[in-house]
Every structure is written in C-alpha cells, then in structure tokens.
C-alpha cells in the first residue's frame, strides 16, 4: 500500500504523516509513506484543503487531521 500525505509544512501536515506512520506501526505489513510538499503535486490531486491523505492513488481525506485510529479505518 502507498499512502502519500499532501500537504505543506504547516503543523497538521506534520502531524498527520506522523499519525499515518504510528497507523502503519498498529497494522503492520508492508507499506510505504511519502510526504508531498510539492504544490504542483498537490493540485494534481485536485485537492485545495491540506493536509490530505491519497492512498493508493486515491484521495480518502482532505484539510482534516486524522488521528491514527482514523487512518485505520479509512485504509483497512
């Protein structure tokens, strides 16, 4: 599973790629986390509200703070 977080280097941002990572840690298995702070990128994704949570391609949360048990339940 790919899971990208979207999203600048404001405060949010910064913490949802840490809550994405402690998800990660709970589920286990193999799965990669990339941080995109290019806006370009971002816009690619039709996203204006950051942060934003796209896994596998596809976009599941924009300009909300997930907490990990949050992601979980988007991902599984």
């Not at 941002?13 to 799965?31: R, S, T, V």
């Not at 290019?38 to 909300?64: A, C």
């Amino acid at each position: 599973m790919k899971i990208e977080i979207l999203g600048t280097s404001c405060a949010k941002c910064k913490q949802l790629e840490e809550n994405a990572k402690l998800a990660i840690a709970k589920i286990g298995g193999f799965h990669s986390i990339e941080k995109i702070d290019d806006i370009m990128k971002i816009m690619e994704y039709n996203v204006v509200s950051t942060p934003g949570l796209v896994v596998d391609g596809k976009v599941l949360s924009t300009g909300k703070l997930l907490n990990p048990q949050e992601i979980i339940d988007l991902i599984q």
